[in-house]
């Protein structure tokens, strides 16, 4: 039989052998079909392999992981560094220095993630190249260089990321934001939230911020930003983050939650766009095609919820966030109907809404020359001048 289905099946006295066969034989064919299985295991399935190889590991084999290395895997990657440190500990600190110095990105990953396990004051004199490793492009690498400087709580690093957030280039921002949210640094909030605020990648700043900090825990102290980040994040499914996020990120009690307990214009706005956005995912298949079963009972529960709210008493409110200061604007104008609420936003300071405003006067057939008048008076910006005009 297929040690690979043996060694991710059900039965002990099967999966236990493959363990011993991948771990004392060097099978590295059989690491390497494990590895290229990790986008269509499900995740109790690959920590349960996870457990299973390292149950097979002893300090007389566990060495034999070192042959494994140029297989990258986030599945495996914490198991295999623990098993090296626990056996190897301190006398295997050098060679995974040079690993880390001179091997390939993926082997450098899997050493990365073995400084997490050893005393700071062992890793100081490789922190410049821990700094550097945390800016490649094998996220692997990054991801897994930036947890070592956390836990060194290198505020090198963490300055440099800090001082990225004020760039004029987006891309920058955002990689500053992953940056941070990965090295745990909850301090810098507010700051992360102030740049999704005026960003046109705030639905992807809004999806990491959950990783820095629980959504309930920022429902609770800072209301109004933690609806601006479920709006943008729910703005993002599913074309940015999978239906899976609903599941990881508790959607359906946030929203439980926030219409018995905390119903204000902001949030009935998240709500009207919540119940429109589950409704299409409930409604099409393709976009749960590749779900697991878990997800897809969450996508159609939320649904179910939200279906059963009053939207006439959501929409009565959220007309309160029709205002040009409100971090709401854009997204309480898709739900706009009133063409005199429209009106008044066009002498607004802001184009970008002016112009947003007058696209909605044209959809409902109520756009007029006396609007585009109005409008073009204020606009500076040549591009927009120029769309403005051939409406």
């Known amino acids: 039989m297929d040690l690979l289905k043996q060694l991710t099946g059900k039965n002990p006295?099967?999966?236990e052998n493959a363990a011993k066969n991948l771990v004392n034989e060097i099978n590295i064919d059989l690491f390497k079909k494990l590895v290229e299985q990790d986008d269509f295991l499900f995740d109790f399935v690959k920590n349960n392999v996870s457990k299973r190889i390292q149950n097979a590991c002893n300090k007389n084999n566990f060495l034999?992981?070192?042959?494994?290395?140029?297989?990258?895997?986030?599945?495996?990657?914490?198991?295999?560094?623990?098993?090296l440190h626990q056996y190897g500990g301190l006398e295997l600190l050098p060679a995974m220095k040079e690993i880390f110095l001179t091997d390939n990105d993926a082997k450098k990953a899997y050493a990365a993630k073995f400084f997490t396990f050893v005393p700071n004051e062992y890793?100081?004199?490789?922190?410049?190249?821990?700094?550097?490793?945390s800016q490649s492009e094998f996220?692997?690498?990054?991801?897994?260089?930036?947890?070592?400087?956390?836990?060194?709580?290198?505020s090198v690093s963490k300055n440099g990321a800090i001082e990225k957030l004020k760039s004029d280039d987006e891309f920058e921002q955002y990689n500053a934001v992953k940056f941070l949210v990965t090295f745990k640094a909850k301090d810098t909030l507010n700051e992360i939230i102030n740049v999704m605020k005026k960003s046109s990648l705030a639905e992807n700043i809004a999806s990491e911020i959950p990783y820095l900090i629980s959504l309930?825990?920022?429902?609770?102290?800072?209301?109004e930003d933690c609806i601006l980040v479920l709006c943008n994040i729910v703005n993002a499914i599913p074309e940015i983050i999978p239906p899976s996020y609903a599941v990881d990120y508790n959607l359906f009690e946030i929203f439980e939650n926030i219409y018995y307990e905390n119903l204000t214009?902001?949030?009935?706005?998240?709500?009207?766009?919540?119940?429109?956005?589950?409704?299409?995912?409930?409604?099409?298949?393709?976009?749960?095609?590749?779900?697991?079963?878990?997800?897809k009972e969450e996508v159609f529960e939320i649904n179910k919820f939200l279906?059963?709210?009053?939207?006439?008493?959501l929409d009565s409110l959220l007309y309160d966030?029709?205002?040009?200061?409100?971090?709401?604007?854009?997204?309480?104008?898709?739900?706009?109907?009133?063409?005199?609420?429209?009106?008044?936003?066009?002498?607004s300071k802001n184009q970008t809404l002016v112009l947003k405003v007058l696209t909605l006067l044209k959809e409902k057939q109520a756009l007029s020359m006396a609007h585009k008048h109005t409008a073009l008076e204020s606009i500076t910006n040549p591009e927009i001048k120029r769309i403005i005009e051939v409406l």
């Open 265 to 295: 214009p902001s949030s009935a706005l998240l709500l009207r766009m919540a119940k429109d956005k589950f409704g299409s995912l409930a409604d099409n298949e393709e976009y749960l095609f590749d779900c697991d079963k878990n997800t």
């Open 307 to 313: 279906s059963g709210i009053n939207e006439a008493k």
């Open 139 to 154: 996220e692997p690498l990054s991801i897994n260089s930036i947890e070592v400087l956390s836990k060194v709580n290198d």
């Open 123 to 133: 890793l100081e004199e490789i922190l410049p190249q821990i700094r550097q490793a």
């Open 13 to 15: 006295a099967e999966y």
């Open 216 to 223: 309930e825990e920022l429902l609770k102290n800072n209301f």
């Open 321 to 347: 966030e029709l205002y040009e200061e409100s971090d709401f604007v854009f997204f309480a104008l898709d739900y706009a109907n009133d063409i005199e609420e429209l009106e008044t936003l066009l002498d």
């Open 64 to 83: 034999n992981l070192m042959k494994f290395l140029d297989f990258y895997s986030a599945s495996y990657d914490t198991m295999i560094a623990e098993v």
